[in-house]
């Protein structure tokens, strides 16, 4: 999520204008000070609550220090356009990944989220409508979370004991209802921004920088794609399940000429 505290700097110069009255500068300046300091501690905040990496808030799973490994995560499925395409290319390539469902999208498409955890892949709790839960009272977070395993519980019949935030977006109390519920938190370190009408290339460009950052500082891989769309469903992923395919093989190339075995891992291994 990008952030950035321009707005705040142009607001204090725009406060700090010289007034004519000597009483009214030094009011104008404390106000201005006190209205600043307010709009980066906010702005800090909420970057503390939606940056991926970011430990703020409480240990989250992000990635170990152990860079032969993937772990590749799709968030905001079932999807009815690509998620099953998506799963014939990692049954091809022999990948198990992680799926963090949407809980209407479960109930909605109850023989999708079957397929998937009929493949293996390990199934976590993205809340039943995707809210950014960043700014709301607890008890509605909890319902989300709740919601969700229902629907998961329902239609699969497995205990769910991973969580993604929509967006990120967490703070401390969440984390530890989260918690109290069962569960651990699972955030990212590579983004494909598949979200919106993007082609392949894209995505694999965007996952691979992010790879070859993790790379330099000897991290795991964590990456976030997206099977569906938290708004519509059907919505084309084609370039999700294309990017996949292609980054697969890259992975198992590049670590094989290093002579070292690329392993595809879920957040279990890891917590
Ligand atoms: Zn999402």
């Not at 952030?3 to 030094?26: A, Y």
């Not at 992680?98 to 390990?122: D, K, N």
């Not at 703070?171 to 082609?199: H, S």
Request: with cysteine.
């Amino acid at each position: 999520m990008p952030h950035s505290d321009s707005h705040s700097t142009s607001t204090e110069q725009q406060n700090e204008k010289p007034l004519k009255k000597q009483g009214r500068v030094r009011g104008g300046a404390i106000a201005a000070g006190v209205g600043a300091a307010a709009i980066l501690a906010a702005g800090g905040y909420a970057y503390a609550g939606m940056s991926p990496s970011s430990q703020f808030f409480g240990a989250c799973v992000v990635a170990p220090d152990r860079p032969d490994e993937i772990a590749l995560t799709y968030d905001d499925g079932p999807g009815a356009s690509d998620t099953l395409r998506l799963l014939d290319v990692l049954a091809r390539h022999d990948v198990r990944a992680t799926f963090f469902l949407i809980g209407r999208f479960v109930r909605q498409y109850p023989q999708i989220a079957r397929s998937v955890a009929a493949a293996g892949h390990l199934i976590g709790n993205h809340t039943m409508t995707h809210p950014l839960l960043l700014a709301r009272p607890l008890n509605f977070i909890e319902q989300q979370i709740c919601d969700c395993n229902a629907a998961i519980e329902d239609v699969l019949g497995m205990e769910v004991r991973w969580f993604r935030p929509p967006h990120g977006g967490r703070r401390r109390v969440i984390l530890r209802l989260v918690e109290e519920l069962g569960m651990q938190t699972v955030l990212w370190n590579a983004m494909g921004y598949d979200w919106k009408p993007t082609t392949a290339d894209a995505v694999e460009r965007h996952v691979l920088r992010s790879f070859w950052r993790n790379q330099l500082r000897g991290r795991a891989t964590n990456v976030l794609l997206h099977d569906s769309s938290q708004m519509d469903n059907p919505q084309d992923r084609s370039h999700t399940v294309a990017a996949t395919d292609r980054l697969i093989q890259f992975w198992r190339a590049h670590f094989q000429e290093s002579g070292v075995t690329c392993r595809f891992v879920t957040p279990e291994a890891w917590a």
